[in-house]
Nanobody
Framework: QVQLVESGGGSVQAGGSLRLSCAASGFTYNTPCVGWFRQAPGKEREGVAGVDADGSPSYADSVKGRFTISKDNAKNIVYLQMNSLKPEDTAMYYC????????????????????????WGKGTLVFSSS
């Protein structure tokens, strides 16, 4: 069974930093694309960042230069380092995985793409106050 468990959310002032962690387990036959989506109240879920099977990252335009995703294969953990947080970053952040061979997180930013993700964590809340 695949399981994704997020941690690291919290409340910070604008300009502050947080590091999210996603502990992944249950992947047996291949290394999937893993990363992060977020959803703010009243808005649709949107892709934030992801890594492909080789660890190559992709980012939403809104977080480029501020967020960094990394993958620790030995520990089965995916991190999202979030710097220079803005109030508009406030959302529930979800770890997600796409199992398809040849998956490409760069496609995660297309409208409605979250519907095609294979696994989800339960989310961790990030609040950036102004």
């Amino acid at each position: 069974q695949v399981q994704l468990v997020e941690s690291g959310g919290g409340s910070v002032q604008a300009g502050g930093s947080l590091r999210l962690s996603c502990a992944a387990s249950g992947f047996t036959y291949n290394t999937p694309c893993v990363g992060w989506f977020r959803q703010a109240p009243g808005k649709e879920r949107e892709g934030v960042a992801g890594v492909d099977a080789d660890g190559s990252p992709s980012y939403a335009d809104s977080v480029k230069g501020r967020f960094t995703i990394s993958k620790d294969n030995a520990k089965n953990i995916v991190y999202l380092q979030m710097n220079s947080l803005k109030p508009e970053d406030t959302a529930m952040y979800y770890c997600a995985a796409e199992l398809a061979i040849g998956c490409y997180p760069g496609s995660w930013f297309e409208e409605g793409y979250y519907n095609g993700m294979d696994y989800w964590g339960k989310g961790t809340l990030v609040f950036s106050s102004s």
